[in-house]
């Protein structure tokens, strides 16, 4: 199952070419500041399940996909955890003759560990990823985020669920 958000904050099931909206499974939906609705939903999914179901088999509210705004799954998370260097050839090529670190030697992830990133840089699909300094060279790499639905979920005994994908800009 396919859960995004979109248009007006709602919530949706992505099945084939449509979204089907299931918002009204959400008993703790409320279009208020800060938007906490997916924590709830993702907190209960496995409660709210049969219901949702029953909507997605019913069709009821349904919106093309390609008309449909798709929006970040957690509007504004507590954290973004990224990796500086975790595509090898990419850092290869940083490094080859009149790259950006041209001659340096790069260290792995283990070395370097991980960053953390602002939730502003979280974009819906198809925004706009505005620049903050044009004149500067910028170096650009596709990213893809993982939502984790449950606590404590990375161990050999837990199956990992992966509740929805969102890409940082």
Sequence with gaps: MKVAVFNDSRIGVVQNDKIIDVTDTCP???????????????????TLRPQIEE?????????????????????????????????????????????????????????YGVFL??????IGSGGRVELPFPDRRTDHEGEVGVVIGKKDVISRETRLRIISLATPA
């Design 28 to 46: 703790y939906y409320a279009s208020t500041w800060p938007p906490t609705f997916m924590l709830s939903f993702i907190e209960h999914f496995d």
């Design 55 to 111: 909507l997605v088999e019913e069709q009821a509210v349904t919106v093309p996909l390609n008309q449909a705004i798709l929006h970040p799954p957690i509007p504004i998370p507590t954290k973004i955890l990224a990796a500086p260097v975790n595509y090898r050839l990419h850092q290869e090529e940083m490094t080859v003759k009149g790259a950006v670190y041209e001659g340096m030697a790069l260290h792995t992830i283990e070395q």
């Design 117 to 122: 990133k602002p939730p502003s840089s979280l």
